[in-house]
């Protein structure tokens, strides 16, 4: 069982008591969950971790404290794929992809919210409420249905048509507004105190990055414990990047791994690239990105609470980050899935577009093993991949129903 100590401010440092409901420090800073890793240490080898359950929680000793009351549906334990052909045609001759497109709800965002709502339902949280760029309303609709929560869901009103009909399907309360993530997250903030919702927007509640850290933990088991040299990452709050990041220390005070990490390339949109920004122009944050615009949703994240972790952690690892077109991006979704039965959500495509720049620009070399973070399923995007796929013109689509069902 998990052996967390207290919750850490990540700006502050102040220490909070763990397993409580809580938010934001009162700085402002999110809240990161500590443990006892030396006595963890002792008691856990990562030789056991294959015992666990093919989940992400297998890693429950460094997940939150959730006791009997997790709440899961399958998500995490994806598979690594070697990418060989994809590879020879990039001249990156060891290339895998870790295929997050294949866990509930079609994204790796399933992580953090079944960590997130096992805590609620530990902690007697009823109503809890999201801002979100599509993905993450899914999942949080998904988990409370199953944990027997209320979930209220503020996106975009032209969010993916998928993730929409999921929440609805899901029996979530949704309120589609005419602005981005950040209006949402503007709109929950003020609704929920006197409606008496837990916020569970990305990085304001200390739980969510615990689940996706297991990404972390998956590689370097999964390669058997050692991690490869440069780790592309889609960026929208960057939390699975963090995460990540937090993950690696975490195992090398467990001594599951050295002090090596790969280089952290983190993977935005042209349209929307606040965290590139701000790491060409040298900058600890970001600002904010105006009229952000991108068909890979979950990139559209304007302004990230956690933008300097972000940073702090890609310029240790003397990675990179890198901005990619929309045409690139579903270019490159295509050649995966041609090349590797791999249909990727735009915004793991754009880390192959990425992939591209940086072997071109000479940061990254052919013989580096190379991982990519295919987030979500390209089943969710048929939008964005019908631009490059129209199966009838205009004017014939109405023949289209005709024939299917005579009118
Ligand atoms: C498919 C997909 N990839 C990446 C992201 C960005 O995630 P993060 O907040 O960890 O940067 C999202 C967020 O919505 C997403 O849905
Ligand atoms: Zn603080």
Redesign the pocket.
Known sequence: MTKATHLE??????RLEAGTVQN??????P?LVRYDLDKIRHRWRRREVPNGPSSMWRYAPVLPPAGNFIVTLGEGWTPLVRATRLGARMGADALWVKDEGLNPTGSFKARGLSCAISMCVALGVRKVAIPSAGNAASALAAYAATAGLESHIFMPRDVPQANYLECKAYGAHVTLVDGLISDCGRMVAERGPQEGWFDVSTLKEPYRIEGKKTMGYEVAEQRDWELPDAIFYPTGGGVGLIGMWKAFDEMERLGWIGSKRPKMISVQAEGCAPIVRAFEENEPRSRFFENAHTVAAGLRVPKALGDFLVLEAVRASGGAAVAVSDDEMLADGIQLATDEGIYAAPEGAACVSALRKLLASGLLKSTDRIVLYNTGSGLKYPEAYSTRFPRTAASEQDKLGGLITPR
């Open positions: 401010c990540s700006l502050c440092h102040q934001l420090c009162s700085c402002g800073g809240l």
